[in-house]
């Protein structure tokens, strides 16, 4: 994947603190519930950039065992940096350096939409894999009302295929919801939307004004409530959030 210089170095400044980052570990840690806090928890952020759910889940979940992989060695480092006490490793997410059922939630965040097409299938099944029985997956990735390829290694999902490309690696989806509603809206009034990256362009939010980040977590956190509620789900949003579990 081509990225601008730079890259991993700007997301470690921004993902702890902009009002977009906070607001999706919010709606993470909503649709999760326990499974992310509960006693014993062995976590494993496949494509962990740097570092930033690790951290954040750290501190929240507390698990008995953090990971993180990820295939640039420049954002492990980063990562290294900000989360210390986490087994990290530069892998890619279709060899995970794993034992087999050696974790009880695996997040895929804003990954999952850049493996290879020829990729995606044998990737989630590693995933599955080292899911304990029971185990759940956490993919965060674009979305749309319909999906979009813009090549090989960049994809847009909408929520049917999603679904089914979870379902066919061997997991069973048990919830769907878009994400980011309302800054959504207002971001296709203004013909914007998820791209691929490239050489001069990253996805990697700016920062915005104190107004605006107040309001944008502030829509963000009314989301992560609203979903707290297991049986709701957002109809429109550029974020597509699902949880899939392993079977026993």
């Avoid at 953090?66 to 954002?75: K, M, P, Q």
């Avoid at 997410?93 to 990954?111: M, Q, S």
């Avoid at 590693?126 to 899911?131: D, H, I, K, P, Q």
Wanted: proline share 5%; charged share 25%; glycine share 10%.
């Amino acid at each position: 994947m081509n990225l601008p210089a730079g890259y991993f170095e700007r997301l470690y400044e921004v993902e702890q603190e902009h009002w977009w980052h906070r607001g999706m570990r919010e709606i993470s840690a909503a649709v999760l519930g326990s499974r992310l806090t509960g006693p014993g928890r062995r976590l494993l952020d496949a494509g962990c950039g740097t570092g930033g759910f690790l951290g954040w889940a750290s501190v929240i979940g507390a698990p008995d065992r953090l990971c993180g992989v990820d295939a640039s060695s420049a954002a492990i480092a980063l990562a290294q940096r900000r989360v210390p006490a986490a087994e990290l490793s530069v892998a890619e997410v279709r060899e995970l350096p794993f034992e087999t059922a050696g974790f009880d939630l695996v997040a895929l965040n804003d990954v999952l939409q850049h493996i290879y097409e020829d990729e995606v299938a044998e990737s989630l099944k590693e995933v599955r894999r080292v899911l304990a029985p029971g185990g759940v997956l956490l993919v965060r990735t674009n979305g749309g009302l319909r999906a979009r390829r813009e090549r090989p290694d960049w994809r847009l999902y909408d929520r049917r295929q999603l679904v089914a490309t979870l379902e066919r690696s061997g997991l069973c989806c048990e919830r769907v919801t878009h994400g980011n509603a309302v800054p959504s809206v207002w971001a296709a009034a203004r013909k914007r939307g998820p791209r691929a990256p490239s050489n001069t362009s990253h996805g990697i939010p700016a920062p915005d004004g104190r107004l605006v980040a107040r309001v944008g977590y502030a829509l963000l956190r009314a989301e992560a409530r609203v979903l707290r509620n297991s049986v709701r789900a957002l109809p429109y949003g550029h974020t597509l959030i699902a949880v899939a579990r392993r079977e026993l």
